[in-house]
């Protein structure tokens, strides 16, 4: 078992903005959720990386827009009704960065037991083990907890 999860384990309930991307549900720490925006225009940026590779503005900041889809074998769906920008802010080198990620639905603040939180097992999903800090149960379902910085790496 790694630290992450270990250290999950101990923590109790964790507050989580509920969203989703491509078919997967994920739990994102709602400390690090700064709004939830409809989208709204970006510019592409030549030469970036291709989860990385658009920029909006977010109240008269440059704020970059990731599509995780493609750190998780996922493929690129169009906009919806549903879709929305969830602008967090994340640490990344030790620095506050905000970013926001494209989500396919948001659905609720909710909170999580993380002493049910379990690593991804290494058979029978497609998950990228190196973006998840661990799996938590909510309700009857199981919900990714994604390790934001990595993924934004």
């Not at 250290?7 to 400390?31: K, W, Y």
């Not at 700064?34 to 030469?47: C, H, L, N």
């Not at 970013?99 to 058979?123: M, R």
Request: some cysteine; glycine content about 8%.
């Amino acid at each position: 078992m790694t630290g992450s999860v270990e250290a999950l384990r101990q923590v109790g309930g964790l507050q989580v903005v509920m969203v989703r991307i491509g078919s997967e549900t994920f739990a994102l720490d709602a400390g690090m959720v700064r709004e939830i925006i409809d989208p709204i225009s970006t510019t592409r940026v030549a030469g970036a990386r291709a989860h990385l590779d658009r920029v909006m503005n977010v109240r008269g900041n440059v704020v970059p827009l990731a599509d995780i889809r493609e750190r998780f074998g996922m493929k690129p769906e169009a906009v919806t009704p549903d879709t929305r920008f969830v602008v967090i802010e994340v640490g990344i080198a030790g620095d506050p960065v905000v970013v926001a990620l494209v989500a396919d639905k948001v659905f609720e603040v909710t909170e999580v037991q993380t002493g049910t939180a379990q690593q991804v097992p290494k058979v029978g999903t497609s998950w990228r083990p190196e973006y998840i800090k661990s799996i938590v149960k909510c309700g009857d379902d199981f919900v990714i907890l994604p390790d934001v910085e990595r993924i934004l790496n």
